[in-house]
C-alpha cells in the first residue's frame, strides 16, 4: 500500500511518479534552472505557473484548498515546493533566496505634540470621527485619565510599496505611519508603552479609495484597529463592527492600566495581570484575514516597574530594543508569473503560504552577540500554526533548549526550559535564547510543525508514514503522533537564521538557570456566577458558534439585537469551548479580559504554552476547554472569535457585552 | 512592477487562454496596446483560477456564459441549492427571498444575484423556474443549470468546497454561503445564507458602494 502525504491510498505508479516529481525538481533546483524563463525554455512551467504535468512532476497554483508544506529552506534557493514526496499539488511561489536580507526591526512609535481637532470625550462625528462611544476613563478618573493625556500618536493607515525579496518585484501593501516623517511600515511601528501612562491613539484610515487600478488583487480598505489584548475600554477596543471608511478616523484610548483598577484591585490593579506583548491588527469584520494579509499589523510593548525593558533593573530582562525583538511570523504566497503577493478570496478552510515572512521580510537573518536575547514571537495568520526550533545544520541530532517566559504576553512564575513551543494564529510567546553557547557559529529557527491545510496541524497517522519509510525519499517521522506531526530536524521550514559572533560580550542580564521570579498566577479560586457553553462548529460550511452567525446589525437600533448574552461587570464566569467541528483547530480569542486554562477535556493543562494567562486558546479536534475568566473594570461590547482568521471572517465570531450588575443574563449556551 | 518585463508579459498575454476575453487594456491577443498592470493581471488570475467560464442555462432557458455574461464588470451575490433540497436551501433562499426586498432598487441595475444549482440532473430549466417562482425572485435574481461538470467548476472555483472529499461529495451537507463580489474592483467576501436578514443585505451593499461605508456602532 502506499500513501501521499494527505493519507490517501495512492497507486505504486502514482507512489513513485511522486518521487520522480521530488527528486525532478531537486535536480532542476541544483542546475541553477529555477528561474520563470529556464523552465519556460524548457517547456516545464505553463503559463498559469504551474509546473506541467510531466512524469509527475507538477504543481499547482495557489487558490486550492489543500495547499502543501512550503519549500523545505534548507537549501539556500527555496523553490516554492516542497522536497517531500507530495502529490502534485504543491503551491508554488516563484523561487527566492533564504537568508540574504537582514531582520528587519520596526521602528519605535514617535508621539505627536498635539492633534488637530483635540481629541474629545464624545465622538467628534462632524470632523469625520467613528467612535460608538464617549471615552470611558476619564469618566472614572478624569485626574488620572484626561481625555487629552500627554501622550499623542498619531496613526495613519497607508498604502506603499516594499521589497519583501530580493528575487521578487516590489510589493503594494498596507501598514501604518506614525506621522514623523519616517513613512509608512508593515508590520507597523512598535509601540512602547508604560503601565501608568495613558496614551491615545488617532488611527485614521488613508487608505486609498478603491479602483480596479490601486487594488492588487485582495484587501478592502475599510478599516477598524484591535489593540489585542490590552485591558481596554470598549469603546477604544477595535471592535470588527466599528470601521470605517477612508477619511474618517478614530480616537482610541488606551489607559495601559492594570486590570482590576477600578474593581477588586483599586486603585492600581492587581501586578499579576501585567501585560507585555501585544499587538494590534484590522479586525474589520469579514474582511480581516485580506487586511491583515496585506500589512496591517503592529507590536504594541507595555513595561512596567518590573518588566523595564532595562537589564539594569527590575526583573533584568534582556534590554529594548537591543536584545528583546519582537518578531512577527507569517506566510505568503506569490503569484509565479508576476512575483506579486496573492491572496486566495475564495477560501473558506483557512490559508497558508509557501514563503515564510519575518517581520515582513523573506527568510531574513539576524547578526548577534554571544549573549542572552528575549525575542516576542508572534503568529500573524493567517491560518498557520508553527512549532519553533533552534537547529544548528552541522548537528542535526543535538537538542538546542531555551527559555519560555510569557505566554500570550503574560510572564510566566518562572521561566520554564522547553526545546519548542508551538504557537497559533495570534498566540504569542517570548523566549530567551542563549545564544553564548552558540558563539561563532549559525543557527536556525526552524518550523518542524507539519501542516497541511487550513484545518490545524497535521493529526497524520504514523502508520501511514511508518509504511512509506523504505523509502527515505518519501517519508516523514512522526515523533509524537498524539501531538501532531513533527518533521525531523532540518526537514522543516527555517524561517530566521542567526548569525552569531564570535565575540564575547558583558550579558547584565539575568540567567533564566536560575529560575527568576516574575509575577504570581492570579488565583482562578472565585466562585464563577455562570458557566457559559460554546460549540464551535461547521453547519453546511458556515462556520458558527452554538449554531448561531457573525452579525453587526445595521444601524443603531439594529445593534443592540446582535449581542448574543450579557456580563455581569466585575464578576467571574467560567466557559467551556467545545469543538464539534471534526479535524479542525479552533485558536479562540476573547478580548478583554485575559483567561486561565482550568482544564481540557477534564484534566488539567500540562503543556508549558496552557499553564500561563492567555488571551487564545487552541481548542482541538473533539476537545472542550474549561476557561476561567473575571470581567473587570469596563463596560460595553467585545467579541470572541477564531482568530484563524479566515473562520473569523467566515462568521466564527460573536458579540457580548459586559453590563452593570443588575441588567446581565443567565445564557447558558449563547 | 519593476520585475515585470514587457516580455514576460507578451508572454502571459500570449499564452493565458483567456487573455484576451479578460484584459481590459488588451487589444487581440499578443498585441497588447498598454501593457497591463500588476491590477490587471491580478484580476486576470481571479478569473482564471475562480470564475470559469463555462456555458449555463437560465430559469427561462436563455444560454449564458458564466464569466462573460453573469460576472464580468458587475456586483454579484453566488449561492448554490438544488430544488428538492430539503435542510439548507430553503432556508437560504427564503433568507435571500428577504434579502431582495431589501436592496430594493439596486437590484438587477447595480447588483445581480445568481443561483446554481447542484444537482442540475434534477434541476433542469422548467424545475429552477418552478423554484425561482415558488420564492418570488424578482428580476435581477437569475436561476441557473447547466451541465454538472461545469456547475462543479464554478462551485469549486468560489471555494465551496470541504476538504473531506467525503463531506464534499455530500449534497446536504452542501456549503451554504453567499459569496458577494464587486468583479471589477476585485472585492469578494462571503456570508452564511442563513445569517440575519439585515446584515446579510449589509454586507452586500459593501461591494454596491465599497467607497464608503462604517460600522453600526459608528455613526
Known sequence: MYYNVFGEKVSKRRFKEMCDAAKNRRELIAAGLTSRRDLFKMGLLTASGMLVAKSGLSARAYGQTQTNQPPSSGQNTSPGTNQNCVPGNQTASPPTRAFIQAL?????????????????????????EVRSAPFQAPQIDATRFPVIPSILYKMNQRQFTTSQSPDLPLQTMWGFDDNSGRGTHSPGYTYQAHYGSPQLTRNTNSLPLVTQKNNTGFGFPSVTTHLHNAHNPSESDGNPCDFYANGHFCDQYYPNVLAGFNSDHAPNGD?????????????????TSQNTYKGLVGFYCLFNQLDTGDEGTGFHLPSFPQF???????DKVYDPLTGQLVFDLFNLDGILGDKFLVNGVVQPFLQVQPRRYRFRLLDTGPSRFYEFFLTDKNNLSATNPYWLISTDGNLLPNPIQVTSTRIGPAERVDVIIDFSKFAGKTIYLENRLLQLNGQGPAAVDSQLFAQNSANTECALVLNDPTKGAIKPAGAGDFLLQFRVSGTPVHDGSVDPATNPTFYQLPDTNAEARIVRTFKFDRLNGQWSINGQFMDCGIGNSGFSETFRFAVRQNSSEQWLLTNLSGDWTHPLHIHLEEHRILSRNRVAPTVPTDLGRKDVTQVHPNERVQLFFRFRDWLGKYPIHCHNVVHEDHAMMAL???VPPGQEDNILVP | MADL?????LRWTAMAPLAGATMAVAGKVGKPLVEPTVSDLARQRLQQLHLPNVPLVTHEGKKVMFYDDLIQGKVVTLNFFFAKCDEVCPLVTANLAKVQKLLGADLGTKLFMYSFTLKPEEDDV??????????????????????????????KGIGFTYPDPKIDGDKTQHIGNVRYGNEPLMLWGSCPGMARTQFVAESISWMIRPEGNSGPGAL
Open chain 1, 324 to 330: 528583546d525583538i519582537p518578531l512577527a511570523f507569517n
Open chain 2, 126 to 155: 422548467d424545475a429552477i423556474r418552478r423554484y425561482r417562482e415558488m420564492h418570488h425572485a424578482r428580476p435581477g435574481w437569475t436561476f441557473l443549470t447547466g451541465k454538472l461538470e461545469d456547475l462543479e467548476k464554478i462551485r
Open chain 1, 271 to 287: 501586578i499579576n495581570e501585567s501585560l507585555g506583548t501585544l499587538w494590534y491588527h484590522d479586525h474589520r469584520v469579514d474582511f
Open chain 2, 5 to 9: 518585463s514587457r516580455r514576460n508579459l
Open chain 1, 104 to 128: 528587519p526591526i520596526m521602528p519605535i512609535a514617535r508621539t505627536v505634540a498635539a492633534l488637530n481637532p483635540a481629541p474629545r470625550e464624545n465622538p467628534n462625528i462632524g470632523a469625520g
Open chain 1, 656 to 658: 457580548w457585552h459586559v
